[in-house]
């Protein structure tokens, strides 16, 4: 059974930082490509960030390029995301998400097992 924790959001001034975590539990976690997705108020669901299994190759949305950095950890069954010079429409819930066999999809339906969700609110 997989099972995912994301810890390390809060509530930062525009143009700060956070360090979100996401802790895999379960059998090989290096067969899973790894994504963050985040919902804002009144908003769907949407991709951030994904990394493939082996962190060779990484995905962005437009919107956070440059920005934030997915990286993921193999030995600590871990993914991170670095979120630096943060905006007010970045405030949203962020959820870790697994794929198996994955390849850094963008898309939600081809993730199997979500974390809880962590909130991240950025003031202006």
């Known amino acids: 059974q997989v099972q995912l924790v994301d810890t390390g959001g809060g509530l930062v001034q525009a143009g700060g930082s956070l360090r979100l975590s996401c802790e895999f539990s379960?059998?090989?976690?290096?067969?899973?490509?790894m994504a963050w997705f985040r919902q804002g108020p009144g908003k769907e669901r949407e991709f951030v960030a994904a990394?493939?299994?082996?962190?060779?190759?990484?995905y962005y949305r437009d919107s956070v390029t440059g920005r934030f950095t997915i990286s993921r950890d193999n030995a600590k069954n871990t993914v991170y995301l670095q979120m630096d010079s943060l905006k007010p429409e970045d405030t949203a819930v962020y959820y870790c998400?697994?794929?198996?066999w994955g390849q850094g999809s963008m898309h939600s339906p081809d993730y199997d097992y979500w974390g809880q969700g962590t909130q991240v609110t950025v003031s202006a």
């Open positions: 998400a697994a794929d198996l």
């Open positions: 379960g059998w090989h976690y290096s067969t899973y490509s």
């Open positions: 990394i493939t299994r082996s962190g060779g190759n990484t």
